[in-house]
């Protein structure tokens, strides 16, 4: 079996193959695995991929972050803490009544209030499904709480209009400020809340508020796969250009370090980006398919991470913003104190950005300047204060979810599975915005597809979205 890309879906991926009994190779186009959960060090200070806090509500996944974590340093435990900053107070989140009160002006409540409970009541009275991301903001918060914070927050976050994006994301990831929900748990305990989940399947993430940070930065995890993965006999190429995949004849031509290669494989599980993985096979895929490949979009995200000589600079871990050149800060002594020396602190800046747009294409040295005098502005760092910097360009940090996406990617992935039999999986390899668990959980089942196919000759019922997690628990 070929897995391409080393993240934590293709890792997992491997290791599950590996357990089943199949000779697994890794093809990682990086010199290391871990994918978007890697880390980066400078100057004596450890940066994530951005900030990667570690969120299931799946105990075997929980168990397993524990023990594949534990053989690297260990954990610490996480709360969420957010904050946003708006109409230049910063407001914990979700919202405290106490905030509200305390820093809101008695006309913006009102105002609010009334906006939020007559969406609400148009909600219950028509029962109309969102048709887009403004609609589902609009309905949840009301006019006023979108004009000012949600409707900006999301343009300037996606860089298109919210009335272009898909309900579904929004529901799945905004961070959202729900009032309903603010006044229902004021009165009701927390720990019996249900869980909620989106159309789609999912948990959503925001109303995870606990869960795990490795001592050592997120790469804790995938190194600790890949250290796994390698005890069970997975073999690993890194530096790995990929130059075709010929499906007739089960040969993929690459060149490793440069030097050709030519691997033969009785399955391929993908976790690249599928505009990436279509364009390589043999014969060529239809022309309808290379073009939903080819349409998918991206919104890339500049992390500009900053070494400071002081010891801390916001209160929680992230704090939103709509005004500035930055979506949000986050500061990693929160999440673990071994990332900076004592004393020190690394914060990280995440600008939104598409590739080779203004942003993009300036200098680092320019995007840290900016930054720099905004951070100023807001009286949060010094000039002086900057040691050094580290800015990474991430251009498939998230799938663009506009609207009508959902079945162009079901079409799209059902082709590659049903009739190209490549197995997809994680965030690239099936255009998913999930986290670090859910990508292990794609991992999984890739695995268990992979295999089902070779037994079988089918992959079996794999929709896209829906509720697929494993119920038995598996050791690692
Ligand atoms: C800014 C940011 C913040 C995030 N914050 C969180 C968070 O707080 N909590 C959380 O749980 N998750 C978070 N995530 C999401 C998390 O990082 C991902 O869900 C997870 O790492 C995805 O794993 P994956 O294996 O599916 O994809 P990836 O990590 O993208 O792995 C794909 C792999 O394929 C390789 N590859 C690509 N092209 C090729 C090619 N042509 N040939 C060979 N290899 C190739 C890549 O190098 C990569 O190693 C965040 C992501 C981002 C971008």
Sequence with gaps: MIVLGAGLAGLRAAIHLREKGYQVEVLEKLGEPGGMARSHEKSG??????????????????EEFEEVVAGQGGWYGLTKWSQIHYRQQYFNFPLKMRDIILKMDPFTLAATFVAFVWARLRVMITKRAPANAE??????????????????????????????????????????????????????????????????????????????????GARALPIGYFEKAKRLGVTFRFKVELDGIDLESRRLAARENAQPVTLPFDRVVSTIPLDVLVPLLAPPAPAEIGELAQGLRYRGIILVNLCLSRPQV???????????????????????????????????????????????????????????LELEELDLVKPSEVLDHLVIREPNAYPLYDVGYQDRINRLVTWLEQTAGIVTAGRQ????????????????????AAARLVETGSVGDRPVWGDQRPRRKIVV
């Design 135 to 216: 609609d589902y903001l609009v309905d949840q918060f009301g006019r006023v709480l979108y004009n000012e914070f949600f409707g900006p927050y999301t343009k300037k976050v996606w860089a298109i209009e919210p009335r272009e994006l898909d309900a579904d994301f929004t529901r799945d990831r905004v961070p959202t400020l729900n009032l309903w929900d603010i006044i229902r748990r004021m009165f009701s305990d927390p720990a019996k809340d249900q869980y909620r989940m989106t159309p789609s399947g999912r948990v959503i993430t925001h109303d995870l508020h606990a869960g795990y940070y490795p001592k050592r």
């Design 429 to 448: 390899g099936r255009f998913l915005y999930i986290n670090q668990d859910a990508a292990i959980k794609s991992g999984f089942e890739a695995g268990e």
């Design 314 to 372: 916001i209160q929680p871990h992230w704090v939103y913003f709509t005004d500035r050149l930055f979506n949000r800060i986050s500061e990693y002594r929160h999440f673990s104190r071994d990332l900076a020396p004592p004393g020190k602190t690394g914060i990280c800046l995440e600008l939104g950005a598409t590739a080779n747009d203004e942003l993009w294409t300036a200098s680092d040295a320019e995007i840290v300047r900016h930054c720099v």
């Design 45 to 62: 200070f450890i940066f994530d991929h951005g900030p990667h806090g570690f969120m299931s509500r799946d105990q075997w996944i929980n």
